[in-house]
């Protein structure tokens, strides 16, 4: 009786351990992609048969069939309306056709040629996790039996890892890898994963650990935008940058030369020879003198002043009313000048303020009230110069005299004259007008 207990639970121990050790994973096997360019279709379509078949001599996994997976991919095409997946080869067709046939893991593999020798790259990647859990890589020289020779190597390595001992896997538990998409609508962005670049061109995927890590967008242009996200599962993250405002050079000052000093050189005086005294001749006798002229203007005679006649006067007393009218106008326009140059110069105090989504729209509001202030400067102006001209008309009308535009001689004042001739005097007078 004790034996059949013993029996029963040893039975009941070797159990758990025979499934777990039967448990198979169901993989599917994605088609080989020549990333060279160089290899033939048709030989690239029997390494993926091949390789397909040496997976499933392994008896390591499960290997989907080829037409139930030729036939999913058809309907992912079928529903997404997406062209681009007729040959799947990138990971955003190839993960959500594995995930579409249940598999729990996908074989995929790529030939590149590099240095003289070409390669063929297999990764596993884990559905579940949408990370690559292993990979490997052989060499060939590109001939259809090179390419057979590392197939067989890769399957090879396979085995072998999967027969590894106990003893070498290690004891610390591996960190968890998790694919994170990031998409942008900026041009020309790239990105930054703890420091690191992770991707030039974007939409792409990124494999990181489970955890907390900085990424850092940038673009020329562009403000950079770096958060610390924790990643506890693959997942989308789509950023857009905001602009840089436009930086507004200064005018260029322009440094007139001063005028050199002219120095003016005093011109030589010429040396002027002694002149020889004469001798002192004796006084003549006195003569007598000579009549004296004596000249004095008489004023014109006084009488009633001619009445001025003005054409014009009403007309230039409305063109200067015209001309304040306009000057005012001027002065309003200077006023709005100053009145937007300070909202404009509010809003872009308070800029960075505001939320990274309104200051684009803050931007440009500082920008209309730019405008508005430019031109409200070109009116004030305008309003100046005509308001300036206007006046000047006014008061050239309000003043003219009919009597300007005619021609006559300057009259001039009577003259009074009186002559001495020593005993006698002689006055006459001359008038003329």
């Keep these: 009786m004790k034996k059949i207990w013993v029996l029963l639970l040893a039975a009941l121990i070797a159990l758990p351990l025979f499934a777990a050790e039967q448990k198979k994973f169901k993989i599917a096997v994605m088609d080989v992609e020549d990333l060279s360019g160089t290899l033939d279709p048709n030989l690239l379509k029997s390494a993926t048969e091949y390789l397909r078949s040496k997976l499933v001599a392994t008896g390591l996994y499960v290997v989907i069939d080829k037409t139930r997976q030729q036939e999913k991919l058809k309907g992912i095409i079928k529903d997404s309306k997406k062209e681009s997946y007729q040959e799947c080869f990138d990971k955003n067709c190839q993960i959500p056709l594995g995930q579409a046939l249940a598999a729990d893991n996908i074989l995929r593999s790529s030939i590149t040629f590099f240095g003289g020798m070409y390669s063929i790259a297999t990764e596993l990647v884990d559905l579940a996790k949408e990370a690559t859990v292993a990979g490997l890589v052989a060499d060939f020289d590109g001939s259809p039996k090179g390419m057979r020779d590392a197939i067989n190597k890769i399957i090879d390595d396979m085995l072998a890892q999967s027969k590894a001992p106990a003893t070498a896997i290690k004891t610390a538990a591996e960190p968890e890898t998790l694919a994170v998409q990031f998409e942008t609508a900026t041009p020309g962005a790239t990105l930054s994963v703890d420091g690191k670049e992770a991707c030039k061109k974007i939409p792409c995927f990124v494999d990181v650990t489970k955890g907390t890590h900085t990424f850092e967008l940038k673009a020329a242009g562009h403000q950079t935008r770096k958060e610390s996200v924790a990643i506890t599962e693959s997942r989308l993250i789509k950023w857009d940058l905001v602009a840089n405002a436009p930086v507004v050079k200064p005018a260029p000052v322009v440094v007139q030369p001063k005028p050199q000093p002219v120095i003016v050189q005093p011109k030589p005086q010429p040396k002027i020879a002694p002149q020889p005294v004469a001798k002192a001749e004796p006084a003549p006798a006195a003569a007598s003198p000579a009549p004296v002229e004596v000249k004095k203007d008489v004023p014109k005679p006084t009488g009633p002043e001619p009445e001025v006649d003005r054409p014009y006067l009403w007309w230039g007393v409305g063109t200067l009313g015209v001309a304040a009218a306009v000057f005012g106008v001027a002065w309003y326009f200077s006023a709005e000048v100053g009145s937007n140059l300070d909202k ?79 005993s006698s005097v002689y006055a006459g007078a001359s008038f003329s007008y």
């Design 344 to 422: 404009r110069n509010d809003l872009m105090q308070d800029y960075y303020s505001y939320p990274i989504a309104q200051r684009p729209e803050v931007y440009q509001k500082a920008l209309d009230y730019e405008d508005k202030a430019k031109f409200n400067d070109t009116m004030r102006i305008v309003m100046f110069s005509v308001s300036g001209a206007a006046a000047v008309a006014g008061t050239v009308l309000a003043i003219w005299q009919s009597d300007w535009s005619q021609s006559e001689p300057t009259p001039e004042s009577p003259k009074v004259s009186f002559y001495f001739d020593g």
